[in-house]
């Protein structure tokens, strides 16, 4: 069961991932094509603005498809000179803080969002662009993050209390600069 989990959130993170690269794809388009038109004195006008606005929803959505790809970053000094069993606790365990952490992240970036919704702020930039536009799927993309965590940590730790501990390692291990090579 916890493997099909992962398996059907892989499936939809890469869906996901198809779509934010296509938009990613899209900006630099905009980008290179707004670029173009100022050899000759015209402009669309805005590329910056909306390729941090790119940037920043890239990043919110991007998080969820690196950690099922095993894309995060860690140190794993210690874990590298350990058991299978001492592993997959480590595993868990840094999946229990990554959870914590997202999770808290997701929540403070509501205030955010909220804040621009109420005041109904927008940029300081000519385009004047409404943040809400922006900061709702940009916090859509935190929470979307918290819950992959939270389901990842959830499958981990069902395996590792039915001792199949190894399995995780598949969707939460790391993999040291060796095993690459």
């Known amino acids: 069961m916890e493997l099909a989990l992962i398996d059907t959130l892989r499936k939809l993170n890469r869906a996901i991932a198809l779509i934010v690269g296509l938009g990613l794809l899209g900006m630099a388009a905009f980008v290179v094509a707004d670029i173009a038109l100022r050899q000759v004195h015209a ?13 920043a929803l890239v990043s919110s959505w991007g998080m969820a498809y690196a950690l099922l790809e095993l894309g995060h970053i860690r140190i794993d000094l210690i874990r590298s000179r350990t058991g299978q069993t001492a592993r997959a606790l480590f595993d ?5 803080v990554m959870s914590g952490v997202v999770v808290m992240i997701a929540v403070k970036c509501w ?18 662009t409404p943040l809400a536009w922006v900061q709702i799927p940009w916090f859509v993309g935190w929470v979307w993050f918290a819950v992959m965590t939270c389901l990842v940590t959830l499958a981990a730790i069902s ?4 001792g ?5 390692e598949a969707f939460v291990g790391a993999f040291s600069e060796q095993d690459s090579l």
């Open 43 to 55: 402009s669309f006008g805005g590329s910056e603005e909306f390729a941090g606005y790119a940037m």
């Open 92 to 96: 868990v365990f840094s999946m229990i």
């Open 111 to 128: 205030p955010v969002v909220e804040r621009a919704i109420d005041n109904g702020s927008r940029a300081n930039t000519p385009m004047a």
């Open 159 to 162: 395996l590792l209390v039915r």
């Open 164 to 168: 199949r501990g190894v399995e995780t």
